[in-house]
């Protein structure tokens, strides 16, 4: 029996311990994480049907704006308070990229219909989440 399945390093296999920290000690349990990391998993896979004269360009720039949101919110979840604030909303500003960008990607057939709704019904419910978060920011 190995360390995952013993539990001997207190780990499990997705390097996280039993208190949801992972291996370097950072807390990556705030919702919006999941949802991003979510969204970036599905987006992934479909980056590899989009023809390959568009993979290269808007696809690349598609994974590039998720992958900088990933920072953004990593980065927002360790900042104090204060701030927070300034990052998120960097954050929505990429959203509200990402969101034309793959809109454009729609309509240039590099995603089918299918794949463009399951990956607009994820941004809309990250956007809310990142506008809930502002909006608790500004009330503090």
Avoid: C
Wanted: hydrophobic share 35%.
């Amino acid at each position: 029996m190995n360390n995952y399945q013993s539990g001997g390093s207190g780990q499990d296999r997705t390097g996280q311990d039993r208190t949801g920290q992972d291996r370097t000690g950072n807390d990556f349990n705030i919702p919006i994480f999941q949802k991003i990391y979510d969204f970036y998993k599905l987006l992934y896979q479909y980056l590899k049907l989009f023809p390959k004269k568009d993979r290269y360009s808007l696809g690349q720039k598609l994974d590039n704006l998720t992958l900088e949101l990933f920072e953004l919110i990593i980065m927002a979840g360790t900042l104090t308070q204060e701030r927070k604030l300034p990052v998120i909303e960097n954050g929505i500003v990429s959203l509200d990229l990402l969101k034309i960008l793959i809109r454009l990607a729609k309509d240039i057939r590099a995603l089918d219909n299918k794949k463009y709704l399951l990956l607009e019904s994820s941004l809309q419910e990250i956007g809310r989440m990142l506008g809930g978060w502002r909006k608790s920011l500004k009330t503090i």
